[in-house]
């Protein structure tokens, strides 16, 4: 279908603070002739980004606790048909992703997914850039990287914070990252509405010269190994790695061309959905199921599993198998336990002692294949949620936001929220990043109840000593 005829979608990233709801306010308070569809995501208990978002009559639709990047085949998809029935109200849309999220996955869907591809056309990638924190946040986060890699325009925002010697070591660096994006400075986000719609930017032969694994979906596991077994006990060993504990599925019966591959991946996706089952090194893998091998020990593990008759055994690996120096053998050896593992090395064998080295030879790879592993979100990295009722005492409230400032800031990489303060007819709205913090009256209450909406999400955040400390400051 031709791209007139479809609706172009841009979307907005940017890591967290970056000002993408600043971005987002000015695109919609200004007069465009669009009428534009959003699509918020959150991070987070409570989403706020809505209310946030000011004057704006457009259609805005929210993904509230967690990564659009992470449920790109169900949540995006179902709000994106949902808005196939009010095609009228509409002639753009606008998706702004969760700062933690890799813009990839979501750009993914409107060329996977048959039905969105004849309603939607991807216009551009947009990437938010904060020039004040920039430089500290990609050395502490790959989404950050990713984000600036794959746009089509990089928005180098708050630039009035940063001396210009460092704004033009910035945007050298940002091109060497990106050769290909357009990069624009800004100050509050204040950019031509023509700088980041209706770009007809995004070619995706352009993109899969640039990652060609781009069309690939994102699986939880890294690789497939292919195996023709006899009937018979098989060893699979692994050296130390990584990590302390590696997930894993056999399946029996998996082919070897791409379409069989392919199917056994899809199968294998549902089966890693459910709890893995720890197998400890000596156990048996069970064929078939989900498992979670440990790895703690020092020195090679062995893990074994049978097979009933000859045909193919598919291992599908949470990491490539060169990682841990993964071998498959053939064990025709009677076993014995040694320090409750099993051992295979010769160096484990003594005179006297109730160990035997299991012999066989290396099984050969007959099929294998790498794929797009599972993104995984920092485990530091969290987002805490206050949501109360009551006004704050305003000597209170700041003494509090002035001491977490102090004491946390370079830990909370975005904040977020509105306040109802004492004596105050309209609601306070704040947003911040690190220890930069800016806030300002909104709206008035009237009807509406007075009540707390706060985000904070950052590094190692302590919820409970949080909330605590602002229910100190409520009257």
Same mark, same amino acid.
């Given at each position: 279908?031709?791209?007139?005829?479809?609706?172009?979608?841009? #979307?907005?990233?940017?890591?967290?603070?970056?000002?993408?709801?600043?971005?987002?306010?000015? $695109?919609?308070?200004?007069?465009?002739?669009?009428?534009? &569809?959003?699509?918020? !995501?959150?991070?987070?208990?409570?989403?706020? %980004?809505?209310?946030?978002?000011?004057? @704006?009559?457009?259609?805005?639709?929210?993904?509230? !606790?967690?990564?659009?990047?992470?449920?790109?085949?169900? =949540?995006?998809?179902?709000?994106? !048909?949902?808005?196939?029935?009010?095609?009228?109200?509409?002639?753009?849309?606008?998706?702004?992703?969760?700062?933690?999220?890799?813009?990839?996955?979501?750009?993914?869907?409107?060329?996977?997914?048959?039905?969105?591809?004849?309603?939607?056309?991807? =216009?551009?990638?947009?990437?938010?850039?904060?020039?004040?924190?920039?430089?500290?946040?990609?050395?502490?986060?790959?989404?950050?990287?990713?984000? #600036? @890699?794959?746009?089509?325009?990089?928005?180098?925002?708050?630039?009035?914070?940063?001396?210009?010697?460092?704004?033009?070591?910035?945007?050298?660096?940002?091109?060497?990252?990106?050769?290909?994006?357009?990069?624009?400075?800004?100050?509050?986000?204040?950019?031509?509405?023509?700088?980041?719609?209706?770009?007809?930017?995004? =070619?995706?032969?352009?993109?899969?010269?640039?990652?060609?694994?781009?069309?690939?979906?994102?699986?939880?596991?890294?690789?497939?190994?292919?195996?023709?077994?006899?009937?018979?006990?098989?060893?699979?060993?692994?050296?130390?790695?990584?990590? /302390?504990?590696?997930?894993?599925?056999?399946?029996?019966?998996?082919?070897?061309?791409?379409?069989?591959?392919?199917?056994? @991946?899809?199968?294998?996706?549902?089966?890693? &959905?459910?709890?893995?089952?720890?197998?400890? /090194?000596?156990? %048996?893998?069970?064929?078939?199921?989900?498992?979670?091998?440990?790895?703690?020990?020092?020195?090679?593990?062995?893990?074994?599993?049978?097979?009933? &008759? /000859?045909?193919?055994?598919? +291992?599908?690996?949470?990491? +490539?198998?060169?990682?841990?120096?993964?071998?498959?053998?053939?064990?025709?050896?009677?076993?014995?336990?040694?320090?409750?593992?099993?051992?295979?090395?010769?160096?484990?064998?003594?005179?006297?002692?109730?160990?035997?080295?299991?012999?066989? @030879?290396?099984?050969?790879?007959?099929?294998?294949?790498?794929?797009?592993?599972?993104?995984?979100? %920092?485990?530091?990295?969290?987002? $805490?949620?206050?949501? #109360?009722?009551?006004?704050?005492?305003?000597?209170?409230?700041?003494?509090?936001?002035?001491?977490?400032?102090?004491?946390?800031?370079?830990?909370?990489?975005?904040?977020?929220?509105? #306040?109802?303060?004492?004596?105050?007819?309209?609601?306070?709205?704040?947003?911040?990043?690190?220890?930069?913090?800016?806030?300002?009256?909104?709206?008035?209450?009237? =009807?509406? /109840?007075?009540?707390?909406?706060?985000?904070?999400?950052?590094? !190692?955040?302590?919820?409970?000593?949080?909330?605590?400390?602002?229910?100190?400051?409520?009257?």
């Amino acid at each position: 279908m031709n791209m007139q005829q479809r609706v172009p979608v841009t #979307i907005l990233t940017g890591f967290l603070g970056s000002g993408k709801t600043t971005l987002l306010n000015r $695109i919609l308070t200004e007069d465009h002739g669009r009428r534009i &569809a959003v699509i918020e !995501n959150e991070f987070g208990e409570v989403g706020i %980004d809505q209310a946030l978002v000011i004057n @704006a009559d457009e259609e805005v639709f929210e993904m509230s !606790n967690g990564c659009i990047c992470c449920t790109v085949r169900g =949540d995006l998809i179902r709000v994106l !048909n949902n808005l196939n029935k009010r095609r009228d109200k509409f002639d753009y849309v606008l998706v702004e992703t969760t700062g933690l999220a890799d813009p990839g996955p979501v750009a993914q869907t409107f060329f996977m997914d048959d039905e969105l591809r004849a309603e939607y056309a991807l =216009d551009g990638i947009v990437t938010l850039v904060d020039a004040a924190h920039i430089e500290q946040q990609l050395g502490r986060s790959d989404e950050s990287t990713e984000q #600036i @890699a794959f746009a089509d325009v990089l928005v180098l925002n708050k630039t009035d914070l940063v001396l210009d010697e460092t704004l033009d070591r910035l945007e050298s660096r940002l091109r060497d990252m990106n050769r290909m994006a357009r990069v624009v400075r800004s100050e509050r986000a204040n950019v031509p509405v023509g700088t980041v719609l209706d770009l007809g930017a995004f =070619d995706l032969d352009q993109v899969l010269e640039r990652r060609p694994t781009f069309l690939e979906p994102e699986y939880p596991f890294e690789w497939t190994g292919v195996y023709y077994l006899d009937t018979g006990r098989y060893e699979l060993s692994l050296a130390d790695g990584p990590d /302390p504990s590696m997930s894993l599925v056999a399946v029996s019966g998996q082919g070897t061309d791409d379409a069989a591959l392919r199917e056994g @991946a899809e199968w294998c996706v549902r089966e890693c &959905a459910e709890p893995a089952k720890t197998v400890q /090194p000596g156990e %048996d893998i069970p064929v078939g199921e989900h498992v979670n091998l440990q790895l703690d020990s020092p020195g090679r593990k062995s893990f074994f599993f049978d097979v009933a &008759a /000859p045909g193919r055994v598919g +291992l599908f690996t949470q990491h +490539l198998p060169e990682e841990f120096d993964l071998q498959l053998r053939n064990a025709d050896g009677e076993e014995f336990k040694l320090g409750g593992n099993f051992c295979s090395e010769p160096a484990c064998i003594e005179e006297g002692t109730d160990t035997q080295r299991i012999k066989g @030879a290396e099984v050969p790879v007959e099929a294998e294949r790498t794929w797009v592993a599972q993104h995984e979100h %920092d485990d530091e990295v969290g987002s $805490i949620s206050i949501e #109360i009722e009551g006004d704050a005492d305003p000597e209170k409230l700041n003494a509090w936001l002035g001491q977490l400032l102090r004491d946390r800031g370079v830990d909370i990489f975005r904040m977020k929220g509105f #306040i109802s303060v004492a004596g105050e007819s309209r609601r306070f709205v704040f947003q911040g990043v690190h220890m930069l913090f800016d806030g300002q009256p909104d709206r008035e209450w009237g =009807d509406d /109840p007075r009540r707390n909406q706060l985000v904070f999400i950052g590094r !190692n955040l302590d919820g409970q000593s949080m909330r605590e400390a602002f229910e100190a400051c409520l009257i």
